[in-house]
Each structure stands twice: as structure tokens, then as C-alpha cells.
Nanobody
Framework: QVQLVESGGGLVQSGGSLRLSCAAS????????MSWYRQAPGKQRELVAIMSRYGISNYADSVKGRFTISRDNAKNTLYLQMNSLKPEDTAVYYC????????WGQGTQVTVSS
């Protein structure tokens, strides 16, 4: 059974940092593209960062230079290091695995206060 479990969200002041984790199980983690998405209240879910099985990453323009996606294939875990957080980064953050069908985690709330 495929499972993605996010952790690490919370409340942080503007300019602060958080590190999200996504523990994956039930599939060969190292073989798949993994991503982080986020959804703010009243807005559509959007792609934040994506990492290929080979470690190549790409980012939304809004987070470039502030967020870093990484993966530890030995631990079946995806990470998102978020620095210089802004109030507009407030959202529920989701882990996504490009399986067939795709898999989503349950989400973790990130709230950035001004």
C-alpha cells in the first residue's frame, strides 16, 4: 500500500525557516519523480518543487533561491527546506509521487506570520 506522510509544518515568523519531510512507503521510492505542492485558502494547488530520480530539481519562480528540495533514497524520504519564509508561503504543503495512479500525502500546514 502506497503511503506518503508529511511532517514538519507549523507556525513561523516571516523570515524564518522550516524543513518539511515526506516519508514514503509501499513503492520503490528511488525510481520515481517526487514533488512538493501547496494549496493556500481559496487558491488552486500549485507545484512548488520537483526532483527527478536522478536528483535534478526545478522550482516555482516564487520560491527559487529560498526553498530547496532534496531526497534521501536510502531513507525513502523527500525533504523541502524552506528559508526566508513569507506570509504568502502560508498553505497546506503536500508531497506527491508520480506513480500510476499518482499518490498524495495528507498535507502539512505551514503558517507564516508577518
Amino acid at each position: 500500500q502506497v503511503q506518503l506522510v508529511e511532517s514538519g509544518g507549523g507556525l513561523v515568523q516571516s523570515g524564518g525557516s522550516l524543513r518539511l519531510s515526506c516519508a514514503a512507503s509501499g513503492f520503490t521510492f528511488s525510481s520515481y519523480v517526487m514533488s512538493w505542492y501547496r494549496q493556500a485558502p481559496g487558491k488552486q494547488r500549485e507545484l512548488v518543487a520537483i526532483m527527478s530520480r536522478y536528483g535534478i530539481s526545478n522550482y516555482a519562480d516564487s520560491v527559487k533561491g529560498r526553498f530547496t528540495i532534496s531526497r534521501d533514497n536510502a531513507k525513502n524520504t523527500l525533504y523541502l527546506q524552506m528559508n526566508s519564509l513569507k506570509p504568502e508561503d502560508t498553505a497546506v504543503y503536500y508531497c506527491y509521487a508520480s506513480l500510476s495512479p499518482p499518490a498524495w500525502g495528507q498535507g502539512t500546514q505551514v503558517t507564516v506570520s508577518s
